[in-house]
């Protein structure tokens, strides 16, 4: 059976031709306007031979690049006996089509490269599922012929860029077979989801929890090695991390709360990968604050930050204060720090604060954790808490967490003098317990004190005279 160049390749070790176009307008790295993808390239585990680079005002509408190139890179491809020409930019599958045809060569874009790149990471159930679903969507509608196999897959085995089947000359695709596959594969997911959700929201009513966001490389892992017990895993690779992991992190005297670490983000991250990763993102979605972290030291940290900034407006992790981390500052002597780092703090004054520091030498961390302290009290006052006897877990929450001035037991209470943030009551309160704050029952109360609107720092209205405590 003839095969088609899409066929027999797989990405490992297969050497490639990498392109490139510059369309006017685009954002292009200043240094290196292919790095990035030969860092996909590498993590994917191809060997690059050779680079093709053009500017254009727009893309040429067949074949994408424009004839004198589609020439040169026929040549190129010949010389160096790539297997693979990896583009850039977004092709669509016809321009995929006449650009395999004129180069003999599995022809892929950016996308499917990161999504071959997911598909090889994912080692839980629920990656594998969201990777798969994300390359049906995506890579299906860009093959002519290849699904015939589809019906023999079995326990959602990833439909790889590696692994894809038959080639052009075969059956055309069945993509009643395709659509039932995602049927599955989608309720499969939503089931997932309904149980992640379930567990953020448990975790989140029982602690405070903050989430290290951001650019892939990072230092998101090594950040969340360095301040909790550890275990994720931080390389020097692209999507190192595929998982959300969370951990208790001490912010010091005894004071915990859990810490996230998630997948990072990249420029032109493929929609339907987004949206699949959901799951994964549930954490940071309801993270009570965001840590969002770029490497100051990369020359493209502006453009990065502002990647981040955009994928967490699309997942809809909008509500949180999001705090900016920039991490690997060892790698900046004086000089560049005093050059980089106003302007990477300005381009982040949406954040509350900005924090310097470095996973590796530990610099900074402890400045982080205090100001994620600050925030998850949020404003203390002191005030007085009235709950039932039978609370004994949030009395116990309390003495840890506050500083309790005075205590009176009563028949089926107790009322507290404290020192308490308004985080810590909110918690209790979500959580809950019923309290009463200087006499007033739950959130009406809670507002009275600190002043309504639930975020830090908002001024306190005068809280109300002093009433009776006692629920009687
Ligand atoms: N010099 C220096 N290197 C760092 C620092 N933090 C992380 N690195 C290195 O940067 C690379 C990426 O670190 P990771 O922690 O895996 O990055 P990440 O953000 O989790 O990356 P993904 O999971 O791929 O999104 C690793 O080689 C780390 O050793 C730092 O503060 N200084
Ligand atoms: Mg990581």
């Given at each position: 059976m003839e095969q088609g160049p899409r066929a027999e390749v797989n990405l490992q070790k297969e050497s490639a031709v990498l392109v490139a176009v510059h369309l006017d307008g685009e954002y292009l790295?200043?240094?290196?306007?292919l790095a990035e993808l030969r860092a996909l390239a590498d993590t994917a585990g191809v060997r690059v031979v050779a680079t093709v680079e053009q500017a254009r005002r727009q893309p040429e509408g067949r074949s994408y690049i424009g004839k004198g190139k589609l020439e040169e890179l026929v040549r190129v491809v010949g010389e160096t006996g790539a297997k693979v020409v990896i583009f850039d930019n977004e092709l669509a599958p016809n321009q995929i089509q006449v650009l395999e045809k004129a180069t003999s060569c599995k022809v892929l874009d950016r996308s499917e490269l990161i999504l071959d790149i997911f598909a090889n990471r994912a080692t839980t159930r629920e990656a594998s599922l969201q990777v798969e679903i994300a390359q049906l969507e995506y890579v299906a509608p860009r093959l002519r012929a290849m699904w015939s196999h589809l019906g023999q897959v079995t326990g959602g085995a990833p439909v790889g860029v590696g692994t894809r089947?038959?080639?052009?000359?075969?059956?055309?695709?069945?993509r009643r077979i395709v659509k039932r596959r995602l049927t599955t594969l989608k309720r499969e997911l939503e089931d997932v989801l309904a149980r992640r959700a379930r567990e953020v929201a448990a975790r989140r009513a029982e602690h405070f929890t903050a989430c290290l966001v951001g650019y892939t490389n990072a230092g998101k892992s090594s950040i969340f090695n360095a301040v909790t017990a550890g275990g994720a895993f931080a390389n020097d690779q692209l999507f190192a991390t595929l998982m959300t992991r969370v951990e208790r992190w001490d912010l010091g005297e005894g004071d915990t709360v859990l810490l996230g670490d998630t997948v990072g983000f990249i420029r032109n991250l493929p929609h339907h990968l987004v949206a699949s990763f959901r799951a994964t993102l549930e954490d940071a979605i309801h993270a009570h604050v965001l840590l969002v972290t770029i490497d100051a030291s990369d020359v493209n940290s502006h453009q990065h930050l502002k990647t981040v900034m955009e994928v967490l407006d699309e997942i809809g992790a909008t509500t949180q204060p999001r705090m900016l981390v920039l991490n690997?500052?060892?790698?900046?002597?004086q000089a560049r720090r005093a050059e980089l780092l106003p302007a990477l703090r300005e381009a982040g004054r949406v954040c509350q604060g900005t924090f310097v520091v470095s996973a590796s030498s530990g610099e900074g961390l402890a400045q982080l954790a205090a100001a994620v302290k600050v925030m998850r009290e949020g404003d203390v006052r002191e005030v007085e808490v009235w709950l039932p006897t039978t609370q004994g877990k949030a009395l116990d929450f309390l003495e840890r967490r506050a500083t309790v001035l005075d205590r009176n037991w009563m028949d089926d209470g107790v009322r507290i003098t404290l020192k308490v943030g308004r985080g810590q009551l909110e918690q209790l309160l979500a959580g809950g317990v019923p309290l009463l704050i200087n006499g007033t029952r739950g959130k009406e109360g809670l507002d009275l004190a600190f002043g309504s609107g639930g975020a830090n720092n908002t001024p306190a209205r005068s809280a109300p005279p002093h009433q009776r405590l006692h629920p009687k």
């Open positions: 790295d200043p240094v290196d306007p089947g038959p080639g052009e000359q075969q059956i055309e695709i069945d690997k500052v060892d790698r900046l002597d």
